[in-house]
């Protein structure tokens, strides 16, 4: 029964946070990128006016920001853990703005599932920190704070 057992699995435990930081820091950094390439103050005139955001252009140019240096900063894991919190204000903002009234998988489009898994995956750094394999980690900003430790 051993053999079925996934208890030696907690070996790769120290790659969870890698693979949570990279998967969910390459996604953000190809939304901001998109914004980025049609132009953050046309995302902001268009989409963000659309929604009543107070000083859409401005605000067109902040998430795009935040997206692609957030996405960067997640994937070298460098300033993991405010890049993670920053992340997950910037999607709880897009969600209750545009997801809240299509539910969580929309009949057409996106629902509020791929931002709801990104969250998760950034409380994940936050709460657990960037790993061993990090800039973070390397650099002594982090100083190996994950869960559990002290």
């Known amino acids: 029964m051993n053999a079925l057992s996934l208890s030696s699995m907690g070996r790769f435990a120290d790659f969870a946070p890698l693979v949570a930081r990279v998967i969910a820091g390459i996604i953000m950094f190809a939304h901001g990128w998109q914004k980025l390439v ?16 107070p000083l859409p252009v401005l605000m067109g140019f902040v ?30 903002v897009a969600t209750l703005l545009v997801k809240v009234d299509l539910g969580l998988i929309a009949a057409e489009g996106a629902g509020a599932e791929l931002d709801l898994a990104l969250i998760a995956g950034f409380i994940v750094v936050l709460f657990v920190g960037p790993g061993k394999l990090s800039l973070d980690r390397m650099l002594g900003l982090d100083g190996g704070r994950e869960a559990g430790r002290r």
């Not at 996405?71 to 910037?90: D, E, K, Q, Y």
Request: glycine residues 20%; charged residues 5%.
């Open 63 to 92: 998430v795009t920001f935040v997206e692609l240096v957030g996405g960067i900063f997640l994937i070298l894991g460098f300033l993991s853990r405010i890049s993670a919190l920053v992340l997950t204000i910037n999607l709880i």
């Open 38 to 53: 049609g132009g953050p103050g046309a995302f902001g005139e268009g989409t963000l006016a659309a929604l009543g955001v």
